[in-house]
């Protein structure tokens, strides 16, 4: 059972950053994808981003782009999500999952997830 754990998330002011990690604990080849994920309150869940383990081939939504960058650590198998010029509308509990498939369609694809990491940005 792969499993994956977030960690970094915080109170910020608007206008700060935050480094979310994506600890997992299976080898990177039996989850190609990796995908962040948020969940503000009342909302439904929303992709922000994914990459592949070799970082060959990255996908953001266009509110986040140019704010947030996702990267891997295949030697910590971990993934981060540096995000800047935080908002108050980025205030959301955030998550990360695995997929196995090497091409991404939708959240549907995302089968291991995290328990979350609360991110909170003051206006």
């Known amino acids: 059972q792969v499993q994956l754990r977030e960690s970094g998330g915080g109170l910020v002011q608007a206008g700060g950053s935050l480094r979310l990690s994506c600890a997992v604990s299976?080898?990177?080849?039996?989850?190609?994808?990796i995908g962040w994920f948020r969940r503000a309150p009342g909302k439904e869940r929303e992709l922000l981003a994914h990459?592949?383990?070799?970082?060959?081939?990255?996908y953001y939504i266009d509110s986040v782009k140019g704010r947030f960058t996702i990267s891997t650590d295949s030697a910590k198998n971990t993934v981060y999500l540096q995000m800047n010029s935080l908002k108050s509308e980025d205030t959301a509990v955030y998550y990360c999952?695995?997929?196995?498939?090497?091409?991404?369609?939708?959240?549907?694809?995302?089968?291991?997830w995290g328990q979350g990491t609360q991110v909170t940005v003051s206006s």
């Open positions: 999952a695995g997929s196995w498939r090497l091409e991404i369609s939708g959240t549907a694809d995302f089968t291991s």
């Open positions: 299976t080898p990177t080849f039996s989850r190609p994808h």
């Open positions: 990459i592949l383990w070799s970082g060959d081939s990255t």
